[in-house]
C-alpha cells in the first residue's frame, strides 16, 4: 500500500484492510488515532485504548516495522506521563495500597516496554533518530523526576517515601552511580539523534540539488 494513497482513506477502510491483515493499514490508523487525547488517558492498569492496540496488531503482523515500534514506544511514553501528571486513581473513592501498587506495576510495565520499542527499533535501523530521540526524551524524565522527588524529600533514606509515584515508577532503588548513568545515556542518544537528524537533513539537501 503506498503511502500517498492511504493519507485520506476513512479511518473505517483503514480499520477494514487492518482486520485483513494488512500491516501498513494497521499501522496508519494506529498512528491516526495514538494522537487523539484519549489514546493517552488510561482508565485502569489494563487499559488498552484504540490507537495502541492497531499499533500493536501493525506489530504482530510486520515485527520489522520500526516506524510503528517508535510511535508504540512514545505512545507509551506518554500514557505514563499522562498518568503520572493527573494521577486520576488516587482521588478516586474506594482507593487502597493494592490499587496503587496496580497501578504501579502497570506503568512501570509500560515505561519499560516504551524503551523496548525504541531499542528495537534501532535495532532495525541504527540511524533511526526519532527512536533515539525517543529515548533520550525518557531518560531525560527519569532525571527530572529525580531531582523532583529529592526536591520534596531531603534526607538520608530519598527512596523511602512514597508520595511520589513518577519517582517510584522512573528510578526506584537508584543511586548516585546510577542516576550519572542514566544521565551519561541520555547525553549519548541526544547526540544520536542529533546526528541521524544532521544527516537526515544532509541528504535531503544533497538530492534537491
Given amino acids: 500500500m503506498a503511502a500517498e494513497k492511504t493519507e485520506t482513506v476513512p479511518s473505517d477502510e483503514l ?16 498512528h491516526r488515532l495514538c494522537v487523539q487525547v484519549d489514546a493517552t488517558i488510561l482508565i485502569s492498569p489494563d487499559t488498552t485504548p484504540d490507537g495502541e492496540r492497531w499499533l500493536r496488531r501493525a506489530l504482530d503482523l510486520d515485527p520489522h516495522d520500526g516506524l510503528a515500534a517508535v510511535l508504540l514506544g512514545g505512545l507509551l511514553h506518554r500514557q505514563c506521563d499522562t498518568a503520572m501528571r493527573d494521577g486520576v486513581w488516587l482521588e478516586e473513592p ?11 506495576a502497570a506503568l512501570r510495565e509500560r515505561w519499560t516496554e516504551a524503551e523496548q520499542w525504541y531499542q528495537h527499533a534501532l535495532a532495525l535501523e541504527p540511524g533511526d533518530g ?3 530521540a525517543g529515548l533520550a526524551h525518557m531518560l531525560t524524565d527519569r532525571l527530572t523526576a ?31 552511580d546510577a ?10 542518544w541526544a547526540r544520536r539523534a542529533l546526528l541521524a537528524f544532521a544527516l537526515g537533513d544532509a541528504a535531503g539537501g544533497a538530492a534537491r540539488q
Fill in 15 to 30: 480499520e477494514r484492510w487492518a482486520r485483513a491483515g494488512r500491516p501498513g493499514a494497521a499501522r496508519r490508523l494506529g
Fill in 94 to 104: 474506594g482507593d487502597d495500597d493494592e490499587q496503587a501498587a496496580l497501578w504501579l
Fill in 130 to 132: 526519532a527512536a533515539a
Fill in 146 to 176: 529525580l531531582e523532583d522527588y529529592r526536591s520534596e524529600f531531603i534526607g538520608d533514606d530519598v527512596f523511602g517515601a512514597d508520595d511520589m509515584l513518577d519517582a517510584r515508577i522512573l528510578f526506584e532503588d537508584a543511586g548516585e
Fill in 179 to 188: 542516576e550519572a548513568a542514566v544521565r551519561d545515556e541520555a547525553a549519548h
